[in-house]
């Protein structure tokens, strides 16, 4: 099987390079890098979600020849929600699973005004209340000269995006939140059941909207195990939340 993972607004790659360490041996991780960064660094970044989408599926569709399953923390979680249909509906594939991270469902609307074309301050600002980019990189001006233009597109690909009422998929979604995220909440994660026709599971861990890095041993041994079960067809059929 294998695991294609999708990064956080301004996030990269490199977020997920130590997770085939914690998952089983027959799970290959494919981190998907984003235009703008890492190796992708010289490419323009998206602003749009359907485009950024329909890119992905042209770039992984070599790799959809054995069993997939997506993984998307916060605007990775809308980008593998998208693809999960743009793949069922022009190439007939299915995941086996979809992980969602830190993001409402798609069918609630923001009730936050946009960020992405405030003034740099008022962005920092923000940046800075969902404590996802280091002290380090907000207070180094070089830094943040490459990094804003990135920041921002990603922003711009959350903040435009515009839910397209479909089918809902047919594979298990399990969706995992933290306990102090202001960016979702439960009732806002729980809304995810509505996209499958299959299971759902509600995953809470300690931590904020990026409990992704201070509760990863957690969510990996988490995943470790749902992903051995989902290699050998034994998912629970129950939907509950579990807080961890």
């Known amino acids: 099987m294998r695991l294609f993972c999708f990064p956080y607004a301004g996030g990269r790659a490199l977020n997920y390079r130590s997770w085939s360490n914690h998952l089983p041996a027959n799970v290959e991780v ?17 602003t749009r979600i359907k485009p950024l989408v329909e890119t992905i599926a042209q770039n992984i569709l070599p790799k959809l020849d054995r069993p997939f399953a997506l993984f998307g923390h916060s605007m990775g979680a809308l980008v593998s929600f998208e693809l999960a249909h743009f793949l069922r509906n022009k190439y007939s594939l299915n995941p086996v699973h979809l992980f969602v991270s830190a993001h409402r469902a798609p069918q609630i609307i923001s009730k936050k005004p946009p960020i992405y074309s405030l003034p740099d301050p008022e962005f920092l600002a923000q940046l800075h ?13 070089e830094l943040m000269e490459l990094f804003l233009p990135i920041l921002r597109a990603d922003f711009e690909v959350l903040e435009t995006y ?36 299959s ?33 050998t067809n034994t998912l629970a059929a129950n939907s509950s939340t579990e807080v961890e």
């Open 30 to 46: 494919c981190a998907i890098e984003l235009p703008g960064r890492g190796t992708l660094l010289k490419e323009t970044p998206f």
């Open 129 to 141: 209340r969902l404590n996802g980019t280091s002290q380090e990189i907000l207070q180094n001006r």
């Open 162 to 197: 515009t839910h397209q009422a479909l089918p809902p998929l047919e594979c298990p979604i399990t969706a995992f939140g933290g306990l102090s995220d202001s960016e979702a909440n439960i009732d806002e994660l729980e809304a995810w059941a509505k996209q499958t026709k």
């Open 199 to 231: 299971t759902f599971l509600l995953k809470m861990f300690q931590g904020d909207h990026f409990f992704i890095h201070s509760a990863q041993s957690q969510l990996l041994e988490y995943l470790n195990q749902f992903l051995l079960a989902s290699c």
